[in-house]
């Protein structure tokens, strides 16, 4: 049968990230807690701050009782589309960070004189000073 939950993408749950409208992802669900934000007992900025990403983390790091995973069923709104890529910005910042290897490689190999030039022209400078006295 097929299922009715609405699907959302990571983009789409990271645009809703303000005081009057908060979603949370967590565990692959997402929550509307715009109206319970105020209600929270740990406050709103926690969960604000973790918007806009899996939140399956924090969550769990808070240690919420039976009775707060009961609770939160009450704001659930959909599942995160999984086949949906993650955030845009997201991926840019993992692909500059794959590149990085690569660019120290690249920029080892055409510096490699710097270091060789000091160690050279430590020798030099430290067989004068021996020579000297
Ligand atoms: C649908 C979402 C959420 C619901 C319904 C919810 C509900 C609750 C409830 C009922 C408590 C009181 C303690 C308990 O019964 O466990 C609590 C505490 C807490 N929550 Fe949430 N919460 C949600 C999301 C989050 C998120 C995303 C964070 C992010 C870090 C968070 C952080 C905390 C913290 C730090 C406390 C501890 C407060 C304290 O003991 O001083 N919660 N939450």
Redesign the pocket.
């Known amino acids: 049968m097929p299922t009715l939950t609405k699907l959302f993408t990571m983009e789409e749950a990271s645009q809703h990230n303000t005081k009057d409208d908060c979603w949370?992802v967590?565990d692959g669900k997402v929550?509307d807690?715009s109206s319970?934000l105020d209600e929270?007992?740990?406050?709103d900025d926690?969960?604000l701050?973790?918007t806009g990403k899996d939140?399956t983390d924090?969550?769990e790091?808070?240690?919420?009782?039976k009775?707060?995973r009961e609770?939160?069923e009450k704001?659930f709104i959909g599942e995160l589309d999984s086949t949906s890529p993650p955030i845009p910005e997201l991926e840019i910042v993992k692909k500059a960070a794959k590149n990085i290897p690569q660019k120290v490689k690249e920029i080892t190999k055409q510096y490699w004189f710097i270091p060789v030039a000091v160690v050279g022209i430590s020798v030099v400078v430290g067989f004068l000073y021996t020579r000297k006295k």
Not at 40 to 43: A, K, L
Not at 61 to 65: E, R
């Open positions: 949370v967590i929550y807690v319970y929270h007992p740990g406050g926690v969960v701050a973790a939140a924090e969550f790091d808070a240690g919420h009782s009775d707060a609770l939160m704001f």
